[in-house]
């Protein structure tokens, strides 16, 4: 989490800053290699790419919404659940639940945190839906 300088990015600062402010400690850790593939940061962290944690960003009636996804689809970059400038509406996605361990984006492609997913869902805010739709759903 700390740069050669010593001194945490800002934007990981932050991402620890609103876990602390919502009662969750988290231990950030930055892979060189880089995370940006769910693939790939489920290698560096050594999980099931069903337990990377999504955050993607969407506009409803010119509102961000912050959806929190399993890894099993999308690409993943730096976009963390938590940390954000202003308020959004988050929603979770039911599966993600069943982890006892996810891992998130903190705020940069290299860095992510480990957090259980009811932990995340209540430093985030989230309310839980039902957003992927797989070929084995009902």
């Not at 940006?36 to 944690?53: F, H, K």
């Not at 996804?69 to 400038?85: E, Q, W």
Request: net charge negative.
């Amino acid at each position: 989490m700390v740069d050669d300088a010593g001194q945490a990015h800002p934007n990981v600062a932050r991402v620890v800053a609103a876990a602390a402010k919502a009662g969750l400690t988290i231990q950030v850790e930055r892979f060189p290699e880089g995370t940006r593939t769910a693939a790939d940061a489920a290698r560096a962290v050594g999980c099931d790419v069903a337990q990377i944690v999504k955050s993607l960003v969407f506009m409803a009636d010119g509102n961000p919404v912050l959806a929190l996804l399993s890894g099993a689809g999308f690409a993943i970059g730096g976009v963390p659940p938590i940390g954000h400038a202003g308020s959004l509406t988050v929603l979770i996605d039911q599966r993600l639940l069943s982890h006892d361990v996810v891992w998130a984006a903190a705020g940069l492609p290299d860095a992510v945190f480990r957090v259980s997913p009811i932990a995340l869902q209540a430093a985030s805010g989230a309310r839980l839906a039902a957003l992927a739709v797989t070929e084995d759903a009902p």
